[in-house]
């Protein structure tokens, strides 16, 4: 299945900014997109408007480290599939300690509407053993 992935800045701004200057040009994108392929929106630091982006016609919303799963669940209503959130700086962590925070992660989001990653793309410097401890941990959970 071919994603369209729209990424934004937003948390830079104000809410009250980021609806005025931002999200309404961004749901228009949505919109023109959503009838070709489905579109996940990743707005860093965004976590402020997760309730008005679930009401958009997004296929997924992606969430960074700086909100819970629940403060997630809870703000988008629980009506929207999410994707992320592990910090991606979490990766220069020992092997065991990656396989907790993934296992931690997929169990306070659940299996359900959810896309596992970070909640930011990878850093230039994590070990490749690193990222494949983190895949392999997903690909090997078990609830």
């Known amino acids: ?11 830079l701004l104000s809410p009250n900014d980021y609806s005025e200057f931002s999200w309404q ?3 228009q994108i949505i919109e023109e997109l959503k009838d070709f ?3 996940v929106v990743f707005g860093k630091g965004c976590w402020f408007a997760l309730n ?3 009401k958009s016609n997004a296929s997924a919303l992606g969430v960074d480290w700086t ?3 629940r ?13 992320g959130n592990l910090d991606p700086s979490r990766l220069l ?3 065991s300690k990656i396989k907790d925070l993934v296992n931690n992660m997929i169990n306070d989001f659940g299996k359900d509407r959810y896309i596992v990653n970070l909640g930011h793309g990878i850093l230039p410097n994590i070990p490749l053993e690193n990222v494949e401890v983190f895949i392999n941990t ?3 959970y078990k609830a």
Not at 1 to 11: E, P, Q, V
């Open 1 to 11: 299945m071919f994603y369209k992935y729209l990424i934004l800045g937003g948390g």
């Open 25 to 27: 040009y961004i749901n």
């Open 37 to 39: 392929a489905p579109v």
């Open 52 to 54: 008005e982006m679930s």
């Open 67 to 69: 909100i819970t799963a």
């Open 71 to 83: 403060n997630a669940r809870y703000l988008s209503g629980g009506n929207i599939t999410l994707q």
């Open 93 to 95: 962590s020992s092997k």
């Open 138 to 140: 997903v690909k090997e």
